[in-house]
Nanobody, 127 residues
Framework: QVQLVESGGRLVQAGGSLRLSCAASGRTFSSYAMGWFRQAPGKEREFVAT????????VYADTVTGRFTISRDKAKNTVYLQMNSLKPVDTAVYYC????????????????????WGQGTQVTVSS
């Protein structure tokens, strides 16, 4: 059974940092792009960041560029999201996802391109 399990979300003050982790089990995703999305109350799930299968390419939403960094450790089958300079608008449930197609040069930004999803981890940024 394929599982993606996010962790690391918690309450943090504005300006603080968090590192989210997403551990995959049940299969390896070393040939697939991985992505992070987030969903705030009353809003649609939105793209945050993606990393391609090799780790050579990353793409970020404009709202997080320069503050967030996505990375992956293939040996651990884990993807990370380092979040710095957090703002209250970053408050959301953060989800990781695995691409539906292998060996893409760039990870997709459309959530419909992702096949597997985690259950989410709550990040709350207080002002």
């Amino acid at each position: 059974q394929v599982q993606l399990v996010e962790s690391g979300g918690r309450l943090v003050q504005a300006g603080g940092s968090l590192r989210l982790s997403c551990a995959a089990s049940g299969r390896t995703f070393s040939s697939y792009a991985m992505g992070w999305f987030r969903q705030a109350p009353g809003k649609e799930r939105e793209f945050v960041a993606t990393i391609n299968w090799s780790g050579s390419s990353t793409v970020y939403a404009d709202t997080v560029t320069g503050r967030f960094t996505i990375s992956r450790d293939k040996a651990k089958n884990t993807v990370y999201l380092q979040m710095n300079s957090l703002k209250p608008v970053d408050t959301a449930v953060y989800y990781c996802a695995a691409d539906d197609r292998p060996f893409r040069a760039y990870g997709p930004q459309d959530r419909r391109e992702y096949r597997y999803w985690g259950q989410g981890t709550q990040v709350t940024v207080s002002s």
